[in-house]
């Protein structure tokens, strides 16, 4: 099964005048919202999704999970890939925790995610976001060298929800 984005209407990232790193390597800090039935359907058909707490709807990323030199590289936008990155792989890294709906489930569960695992969500994320395959597979090496370098790496809390 291809990887796909739900409810993209549901997703937002609005560029703030914040910034995060320094000189070259100087990042615009974005916005992101997310209501309801935003979700990326994986090649297995689990659909997975950021936490939202106790009625939280937005939160801060920098697309950080995304190498800024693949970024101009591959896509020259940081935009481009904004529902892998900033909508799925970001909060995962921050947390650790996304939500699951298995086929054939009604109930979305709070899972812990390994960096491994939200790499290669990003990934897929890159198909489902009409991305060739050369460019999931750099992005990939990116995030992968990122975290073995243990940039970005945070010790995840347990997400409250409601």
């Not at 921050?94 to 569960?109: I, Q």
Request: a positive charge; hydrophobic letters at 40%.
């Amino acid at each position: 099964m291809k990887p796909a984005f739900l409810g993209t209407d549901c997703f937002e990232a609005i560029a703030t005048k914040r910034t995060t790193g320094w000189g070259p390597f100087r990042k615009r800090v974005f916005k992101v919202r997310i209501r309801q039935g935003f979700a990326l359907r994986d090649s297995s058909g689990i659909c997975w999704r950021p936490v939202l707490r106790n009625g939280q709807t937005q939160y801060a990323s920098d697309g950080a999970t995304v190498p800024w030199p693949l970024n101009r590289l591959f896509a020259g936008d940081p935009l481009h890939f904004q529902f892998s990155a900033m909508g799925i792989h970001d909060p995962c890294c921050n947390t650790g925790y996304l939500e699951a709906l298995h086929p054939g489930s009604t109930m979305w569960v709070v899972v812990r995610v390994t960096r491994s695992q939200a790499d290669d969500l990003l990934s897929q994320g890159i198909i489902a976001e009409d991305g060739l395959r050369i460019t999931s597979t750099a992005y990939w090496l990116g995030v992968r060298i990122g975290a073995a370098l243990g940039v970005g790496v945070r010790k995840p809390k347990r997400p409250k929800t409601t």
